[in-house]
């Protein structure tokens, strides 16, 4: 039995990395030795307690589990180069999520995914695909999606740092004014975003879709394995700090069943059912932040025959940090061997 | 010719009602008396320079129009009350939308509809779909609608100056402490709406939905004369002041084509395209707050072959104030005489 393992975490100082330590901590993952890397104008901070490092090769020199959460870029250059020395890498960029040698995996939906690595790659995905997947995943199984629409309600803290900082500022300019803003106070959003929503995520590309949405199609249907999925979903900016939520319109082949639909959530691992709306229970992002679970409720058929609900999850954990830990957790516990390092076992 | 009308405004301290008497000059609607009524403890008030009488009998003695915005118990007794002394009624509530012998209008599409009121009434539109019919309607007649999904992003007006009133007091007590709420600070809404995004608006019924969705639903159908329409809606407060956003995903009859598409929404009267995102023009509730159109961009079509678009309107105007002042100059428009009052001419 191993002692531990060698484990780094690359883009430690910011939200995502921040939250990933805590968790490897909070969770008891068996580190033997915590790296914590960053860009060099990072280098010197220290985040819980350890310090952090301008990343370079020697960070990955006998390390043997990397969660990074970098600008695709910097993954892109760096994860392969990570792989390359044995590292199972972690990856919350989109880079490599489509990537056909590189499983992209929600634990409690494709977690033995992780094994089949052929680039030493495991791509976290995008954090409303992961908050909207995880109650459709079980419920897919059982009745087979179709389609489906969504439409999210995503926190500011999915656009970094900045996006939170911006949010923060605007409010205190709104509270001294008493009035709302008519110029956006950062640079995260070109719009205010205090009383305000922005119907746009990421870059626009062909078909007028935004990458956001884009992702959002991709990543389901190579989660799920149904290349076939029909998703349409529209992604918008709410000025929440925390969380992010998602109307869910689906269809299936087969017609659900409200009660088995509501025993299959409960049953799911990792979904937690707030489902009594006349006591005014209902997720809400106040109250999925800072939690593991994502949150259903509002289930119902809607008016066109689908099945709906609303969910919420905590962007920074289950949408990013919490699935890469679990990510971690899944290898250890299906490989606990990882590479063999007789030397240091 | 008619020297101008008798026109009351009945609740008239309110949001709506301010907007009406505001849009009523502003849009010189020729008003040769105008009565302002509200509840007892409203008398005494003043809007726009003109006093406020308590709701009475006497207020529609010789009156030719009333604008109603007063709650639907209100509404119940005094809009037949009104309307069988010969005033025409056009009320904002919810009470009569379904009526049949109620003509349910958005002057745009259905205007010529306000001639036939059999019991006098002329029913205003809920704000949200009156939001997002203002560019399904023309688009369904080219198109035939078969179906829609729409998620909502309402701003907190639509709950009264109560809403409005808690999302100010939480925004100014979230910038002293420089953290989200953990408690509500209004009797809005039972969860903090700072930060916080609430699903579920108005109450719940049967089947889970809420009434504002149920609203939406059958509002739709009357007011496109399409009963067998299949509406699937969420209906999201968000902390938004002013302007009720709507994501919609709508599958047609035919295949639209996207450029006639575009052309067919430049056309439509009360409709205006946003739609450039990649240079972040799209409509958005700080763009659309204080405006009349209904504003429509990210024109696409989505993943799941639907035809979908996120529109915003001003609530208070398109979705209340301005619908219900519009439907006034349609009868004026179209029935000069009203009824006839010889001695008055």
């Given at each position: 039995?191993?002692?531990?393992?060698?484990?780094?975490?690359?883009?430690?100082?910011?939200?995502?990395?921040?939250?990933?330590?805590?968790?490897?901590?909070?969770?008891?993952?068996?580190?033997?030795?915590?790296?914590?890397?960053?860009?060099?104008?990072?280098?010197?901070?220290?985040?819980?307690?350890?310090?952090?490092?301008?990343?370079?090769?020697?960070?990955?020199?006998?390390?043997?589990?990397?969660?990074?959460?970098?600008?695709?870029?910097?993954?892109?250059?760096?994860?392969?180069?990570?792989?390359?020395?044995?590292?199972?890498?972690?990856?919350?960029?989109?880079?490599?999520?489509?990537?056909?040698?590189?499983?992209?995996?929600?634990?409690?939906i494709n977690g033995p995914r992780v094994l089949d690595r052929p680039r030493g790659i495991i791509a976290n995905p995008n954090c409303t695909t992961a908050t909207f997947l995880m109650p459709l995943a079980p419920l897919h199984r059982r009745y087979g999606l179709r389609r489906v629409v969504a439409c999210s309600y995503q926190s500011v803290s999915g656009a970094g740092q900045a996006g939170?900082?911006?949010?923060?500022?605007?409010?205190?300019?709104?509270?001294?004014?008493?009035?709302?803003?008519?110029?956006?106070?950062?640079?995260?959003?070109?719009?205010?975003?205090?009383?305000?929503?922005?119907?746009?995520?990421?870059?626009?590309?062909?078909?007028?879709?935004?990458?956001?949405?884009?992702?959002?199609?991709?990543?389901?249907?190579?989660?799920?394995?149904?290349?076939?999925?029909?998703?349409?979903?529209?992604?918008?900016?709410?000025?929440?700090?925390?969380?992010?939520?998602?109307?869910?319109?689906?269809?299936?082949?087969?017609?659900?069943?409200?009660?088995?639909?509501?025993?299959?959530?409960?049953?799911?691992?990792?979904?937690?059912?707030?489902?009594?709306?006349?006591?005014?229970?209902?997720?809400?992002?106040?109250?999925?932040?800072?939690?593991?679970?994502?949150?259903?409720?509002?289930?119902?058929?809607?008016?066109?025959?689908?099945?709906?609900?609303?969910?919420?999850?905590?962007?920074?954990?289950?949408?990013?940090?919490?699935?890469?830990?679990?990510?971690?957790?899944?290898?250890?516990?299906?490989?606990?061997?990882?590479?063999?390092?007789?030397?240091?076992?």
């Open positions: 039995m191993r002692d531990g393992y060698v484990v780094a975490v690359v883009g430690a100082t910011g939200a995502v990395g921040r939250q990933a330590v805590g968790l490897l901590e909070a969770r008891r993952f068996p580190v033997r030795e915590l790296r914590l890397a960053a860009s060099p104008r990072s280098a010197g901070k220290r985040v819980d307690g350890h310090p952090v490092v301008a990343l370079s090769e020697e960070v990955f020199e006998g390390c043997d589990i990397a969660i990074f959460d970098v600008p695709d870029e910097v993954s892109r250059e760096w994860a392969p180069r990570a792989a390359s020395r044995g590292v199972v890498v972690i990856d919350n960029a989109a880079t490599f999520r489509l990537d056909p040698d590189v499983p992209l995996v929600i634990p409690e939170v900082e911006q949010l923060w500022r605007e409010l205190r300019a709104a509270a001294e004014r008493g009035e709302p803003l008519e110029e956006s106070l950062g640079s995260a959003f070109s719009h205010p975003i205090v009383f305000n929503v922005i119907p746009a995520i990421g870059s626009v590309r062909d078909g007028g879709h935004t990458s956001e949405e884009l992702k959002a199609q991709a990543e389901s249907r190579k989660i799920l394995e149904h290349p076939t999925l029909e998703v349409g979903i529209t992604c918008v900016r709410v000025p929440t700090l925390l969380g992010h939520g998602v109307a869910v319109h689906a269809t299936f082949e087969q017609t659900p069943d409200l009660d088995e639909v509501r025993e299959i959530l409960r049953a799911a691992p990792g979904v937690e059912v707030v489902d009594d709306p006349r006591s005014g229970r209902y997720p809400t992002p106040l109250g999925a932040a800072g939690r593991d679970p994502a949150y259903v409720g509002r289930i119902r058929f809607d008016g066109a025959g689908n099945l709906a609900f609303f969910v919420v999850a905590d962007n920074l954990r289950k949408g990013a940090a919490l699935n890469a830990v679990q990510i971690a957790e899944t290898v250890v516990a299906l490989q606990p061997g990882l590479r063999p390092q007789p030397a240091r076992a």
